[in-house]
């Protein structure tokens, strides 16, 4: 056999799968798809993904690692489910989008810019803090993220829902100073960080 097709089987005969079937959750499901293209249709992104998940599933079986795991594509799942409830094989595929996502984000390798990674992040780091949201803070984060100036401009253009939500009681002044958590949050993180250990001894990840 030439250097060229040794190469080229070596490529073909690739560990993604096995690794996607390892990692990510409902992973094992990928094989399991038969290219039918119905979740792609039904998705409401349609012609705006990247790559739609039947396409992802496909890159996965063809070794394309860098490719699925530093795409936004995954990022754009809005867990609408519409792909789930047609899949005629009964694929999670709502789940496993969300893994591959997550397993990127955990390696480190996930567009960092991406707004729902973003977003994802602002939001765990506000209620792992006390166990429960913070909303104001929260929105201040998320408004602030691009910087200060871009900041003012998004609740400039907000403002008329945040007094709206004042009036209405929806939306507490205060809670930055008197935001209430859980009981004991000290346990929840001694519960959070015995759960992420479990995970990445079972995962085989170091941290
Ligand atoms: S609908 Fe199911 S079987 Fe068809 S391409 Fe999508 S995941 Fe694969
Ligand atoms: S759950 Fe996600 S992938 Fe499935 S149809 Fe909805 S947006 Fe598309």
């Given at each position: 056999?030439?250097?060229?097709n ?13 690794e996607?079937e390892?990692n990510v ?10 290219q039918?293209?119905v ?9 705006d ?13 063809a ?6 795991l ?9 867990s609408?489910?519409?792909c ?18 997550n397993?990127?984000?955990r390696?480190?390798?996930?567009p ?21 949201v913070n909303?104001l ?19 400039l ?11 209405t009681?929806?939306?507490?002044p ?6 209430k ?9 001694v519960?959070?960080k ?9 995962k085989?990840?170091?941290?």
């Amino acid at each position: 056999m030439s250097d060229v097709n040794t190469a080229m089987v070596q490529k073909y005969r690739n560990d993604f799968l096995k690794e996607v079937e390892e990692n990510v959750e409902e992973g094992h499901w990928v094989k399991m798809c038969m290219q039918c293209g119905v979740c792609s249709g039904s998705c409401p992104f349609g012609p705006d993904w990247d790559h739609p998940p039947q396409e992802i599933f496909m890159m996965i079986r063809a070794g394309k690692r860098d490719e699925v795991l530093t795409t936004e594509s995954m990022w754009m799942c809005t867990s609408c489910y519409n792909c789930i409830v047609r899949c005629p094989r009964e694929l999670p595929i709502t789940h496993i989008m969300h893994g591959l996502a997550n397993y990127a984000h955990r390696l480190g390798i996930a567009p960092k810019m991406n707004p729902t990674r973003r977003f994802s992040k602002i939001f765990w780091n506000n209620i792992a803090k006390t166990g429960r949201v913070n909303e104001l803070a929260l929105s201040l984060k998320l408004y602030f993220m691009d910087g200060f100036m871009s900041g003012i401009k998004n609740a400039l253009a907000m403002a008329g829902v945040g007094i709206g939500m004042l009036k209405t009681k929806r939306l507490n002044p205060f809670a930055l100073i008197n935001h209430k958590g859980v009981k004991n949050p000290k346990e929840l993180h001694v519960l959070l960080k015995k759960a992420r250990e479990i995970e990445d001894r079972r995962k085989g990840i170091a941290r």
